[in-house]
């Protein structure tokens, strides 16, 4: 089980996060699957359990270093968020994290 950090103001991913201790409707689990995929994708391609894991390894600023359009980080996400039972308010927290918190520079 990954066990991540709290990265930047306002995400879900606090210190201590453990992905095992989630269950399907917490907003977490779409948001880090999506992150992810958006990671893996974005040039440079970037781990980004390895962001949670080890944030002292990385710049305040790192997701700036990597790029993804912007439509295609919104289609992973939408993939991500369809799997999962969330309430309005839940999906909103999920989406604002990918997309507003952690996200990478979109050109």
């Known amino acids: ?22 269950n399907m409707t917490d907003p977490r689990i779409p948001a880090h699957d999506a992150l992810k995929e958006i990671y893996e994708e974005a040039e440079p391609g970037l781990d980004f359990d390895d962001v949670l894991d080890n944030p002292e390894g990385y710049e305040e600023d790192w997701y700036l270093n990597h790029r993804l359009h912007a439509d295609r980080q919104e289609e992973i996400l939408e993939k991500h968020l369809e799997k999962h039972d969330l309430t309005e308010r839940e999906e909103r927290q999920a989406r604002m994290t990918v997309i507003l918190d952690y996200g990478p520079f979109s050109p």
């Open 1 to 22: 089980m990954k066990t991540g950090h709290y990265l930047c103001h306002g995400g879900l991913f606090p210190t201590g996060y453990t992905v095992g201790d989630t």
